[in-house]
């Protein structure tokens, strides 16, 4: 254990967020997210809810401000999921300002997680529940 780190921020995904560069996505996903099949890196947190593993990596990951939106979550086919009301708040308070968050179609929201420096696999059984983040600068 290390003192005042995030009890979910496994090795592995320390390594990933810090390996990380300006412009990477990481995407945090639900438990039936083919994860398996589309991630070049995946790191499973099978005790986290997709809100939790968020803010976990909010903690110590900053988001893209050069570029609007830097986020990304799969459209859904009835109304906006309440989730993503959970995620805005989340990046809200982890940023300081709004982060927009762009709904992506589920096929394109696959191909993007394709591309993606790595996928955070979770157990969140809530549908919908899928983040894309796009990493940010450090400022001195």
Known sequence: MLKNIN???????????????????IVVVDANFPA??????????PSATAPEALGAILELMPIDD???????????PQARPAMYETFGDQLRQAEGREVAIDMIERFAFYERTRQAY???????????????????????
Request: hydrophobic share 50%; no cysteine; net charge neutral.
């Open 7 to 25: 009890p979910l921020l496994t090795g592995d995904l320390l390594g990933i967020l810090a390996d990380m560069g300006h412009g990477d996505e």
């Open 36 to 45: 398996a099949a589309l991630a070049g890196r995946l790191v499973r947190l």
């Open 66 to 76: 050069f570029i609007d939106p830097p986020t990304a979550a799969m459209q859904a």
């Open 118 to 140: 790595a996928v955070v696999a979770t157990s969140e059984r809530r549908l919908y529940g899928n983040i894309l983040l796009t990493k940010g600068v450090v400022r001195g």
